[in-house]
């Protein structure tokens, strides 16, 4: 492949990655590392450096936008990052000394279980009003944003907020253990456990990436795994694809980013597994 | 709601002047350094592919390195691309920063709590990764 062929295909991967990352609350290296490492050959440590390079900019380029539209709920955002920032310090301290495979095992049994549930909540638009919990109440977890699609205010309160904290402080725990995102587990705590509309859950979890990936971002920056010449074509795509995903998401309904969510869920359960058994090493 | 929705539009702002700001210093340095015919622009499949030969030519490792290749005359033309990258990578905490300093001022001190603990966690992280 030609120089000039290399950073074109390498900037309209990363534009589909990161609005892709926009609309899902995913910081795209689950999508570009492999494509950089398997389809360009890129050496395995400048693709993870790129893909935190890659979450980092999903999340500027599309937070911005949903905080101004108020997708994006900043008190819910941090009130989490407590608990995702506190579990990637305590699981890079942890590294090496915790069995990571039968983490990733017990990991890909509950992601396999929460791909299940979300299936049987494919088709609910927005979660139906329950009972407050004190914790959201307290802490003031709720909000209110525009459906364009529905043409309406919608109102919404975090639930079960022990139950998202955890996942929460679980996701942290395994970003810092086994130095992947966890922009997919954000989302999962948020439209499963806390029962928030899917959009808001997805565009919080893009302001959250965004601080749980600054975390580890000097450690890749220092050891040399972020070349500008890769890294930079990449976050500038990522940083385009995110503001085109940030109108397009606005536009689509909270049961079709559902749906586009599931196969990613789907494939992080069974390769989650995979990794536990041992049979997969990327 | 007010106090949040000027928290948010605050961070919001930040978040998206840390982006444009390294999305231009980003571009401006791969097109000065694609203009000069850099040897190595020439060869960018064959040094991503390979990280000895990556990490001996263009890869910057601390601030240091950038700072010293900025003050090069000419400046490092990748070193303008490495500090947008730098500025990347620091926005999100200037964005918790900046919720630090907004909720202080709209008298919400449980949400200044919550943010300054985020933030210290973040900057023990980094010293952490300095450390390391």
Redesign the interface.
């Given at each position: 492949?030609s120089?000039l062929a290399?950073?074109a295909a390498l900037f309209a991967t990363s534009v589909l990655a990161g609005g892709a990352g926009a609309i899902l609350g995913l910081g795209g290296g689950i999508l570009l590392i492999p494509i950089l490492t398997l389809f360009?050959?890129?050496?395995l440590?400048?693709a993870m450096g790129a893909s935190i390079?890659s979450v980092?900019?999903t999340?500027?380029?599309a937070?911005?936008?949903y905080?101004?539209t108020?997708l994006?709920n900043?008190?819910i955002g941090?009130?989490l990052?407590?608990a995702t920032?506190?579990g990637?310090?305590v699981g890079?301290a942890l590294a090496g000394v915790v069995p990571t495979r039968l983490l990733q095992l017990l990991l890909g049994v509950a992601l396999a279980y929460s791909t299940v549930a979300t299936l049987r909540q494919i088709r609910i638009e927005l979660p139906e009003p329950t009972e407050a919990d004190p914790l959201a109440l307290r802490?003031g977890l709720e909000g209110v944003y525009y459906d364009a699609v529905l043409d309406r205010d919608v109102k919404y309160r975090a639930t079960r907020v022990v139950h998202g904290f955890a996942a929460m402080m679980g996701a942290g725990l395994l970003s810092g253990l086994l130095g992947i995102g966890s922009g997919a587990f954000k989302v999962l705590a948020m439209d499963h456990f806390m029962r928030l509309p899917m959009k808001v859950s997805t565009a919080t979890s893009n302001f959250m990436i965004?601080?749980t990936?600054?975390?580890?971002?000097?450690?890749y920056?220092?050891?040399?795994d972020?070349?500008?010449?890769?890294?930079?074509?990449v976050?500038?795509g990522v940083?385009v694809g995110a503001a085109a995903g940030t109108r397009l998401m606005t536009r689509l309904r909270n049961t079709t980013i559902r749906k586009a969510f599931l196969p990613i869920l789907g494939w992080l359960a069974v390769s989650m597994i995979l990794r536990g058994l041992g049979l997969w090493l990327p | 709601m007010t106090a949040?929705?000027t928290?948010?539009?605050l961070?919001?702002?930040i978040?998206?002047v840390?982006?444009l700001v390294?999305?231009a210093l980003?571009?401006t340095?791969?097109l000065i350094y694609a203009a000069h015919g850099h040897p190595?622009?020439?060869?960018?499949?064959r040094?991503?592919?390979?990280?000895a030969a990556?990490?001996a030519v263009?890869?910057?490792?601390?601030l240091g390195d950038v700072r010293r290749a900025l003050a090069q005359r000419p400046p490092d033309p990748?070193a303008v691309?490495?500090l947008?990258?730098?500025c990347?990578?620091?926005?999100?905490?200037l964005?918790?920063a900046a919720?630090v300093a907004g909720f202080l001022r709209a008298g919400d001190r449980?949400?200044a709590v919550?943010?300054g603990?985020?933030l210290a966690?973040?900057l023990?992280?980094?010293a952490?990764?300095?450390g390391?």
């Open positions: 492949m120089p290399f950073v360009f050959g890129v050496d440590h400048y390079v980092i900019a999340s500027s380029g937070a911005a936008a905080l101004k108020r994006s900043v008190r941090l009130f990052a407590l920032v506190a990637a310090l890079a802490f965004g601080i990936s600054a975390a580890s971002a000097g450690i920056f220092a050891r040399g972020i070349h500008p010449l890769l890294a930079a074509p976050a500038i940083l | 949040t929705r928290v948010d539009r961070i919001g702002r978040l998206m840390g982006g390294s999305l980003m571009l340095g791969l190595q622009a020439r060869e960018i499949v040094v991503v592919h390979n990280r990556g990490r263009d890869v910057f490792t601390s990748l691309t490495a947008g990258l730098v990347l990578l620091v926005t999100p905490v964005g918790v919720a449980d949400y919550i943010a603990v985020v966690m973040l023990a992280s980094f952490l990764a300095a390391g």
